[in-house]
């Protein structure tokens, strides 16, 4: 499987919810998830959105959410 597959794949078997970036890196490459994370919204169309959200640890996290997007016909 593709990474890019592997990023798509967690984020629609988590539609609506936020995915950390600790998880993308772990199935997009530590050094390339950001780079899957937008193959995914340029080449599949996945509407993905990101916040910051406060984290006790490291101060902060970014964290991901797919959207699917009704078309209408």
Do not use: F
Not at 53 to 60: E, Q, S, T
Request: overall charge positive.
């Amino acid at each position: 499987m593709k990474k890019r597959d592997a990023v798509a794949a967690l984020l629609t078997a988590n539609t609506g919810q936020w995915v950390g970036a600790l998880d993308l890196m772990r199935v997009g490459g530590a050094l390339s998830w950001r780079t899957r994370l937008s193959d995914c919204r340029k080449e599949l169309g996945m509407t993905i959105d990101w916040r910051w959200r406060p984290d006790p640890v490291h101060g902060k996290c970014s964290e991901y959410r797919y959207r699917a997007v009704e078309h209408s016909q």
